[in-house]
């Protein structure tokens, strides 16, 4: 929300994911949020956006982001993760 001249001005987003702020620009980042582990359940992830996982990544399963990747509950093992942001 924004203020000029004593008005108020809304924002609404016409697409689902994460908000940006920057001095001059808002704008809507796709984003995936996994509310559980990374395992069978979910499968290998591969997402054009930013990846929040609220679980773990299980042994075995890889996560693959065109942004950000985040992992609340760590990892088991190893897993493949692979943000792809700023790669060539």
Known sequence: MSELAGEVELFFPTADGTLKITETKLSVEP????????SF?????????????????????????????LIEGGSRKAPRLAPTRGAS
């Not at 984003?31 to 990374?38: F, G, K, M, N, Q």
């Not at 499968?43 to 942004?67: D, H, P």
Request: glycine share 14%.
């Open 31 to 38: 984003a995936l949020i996994i509310e559980r582990d990374v």
């Open 41 to 69: 359940s979910t499968g290998r992830l591969s997402f054009e956006g930013n990846v929040y996982i609220e679980g773990a990544v299980e042994c075995g399963f890889s996560v693959r982001a065109e942004g950000d990747i």
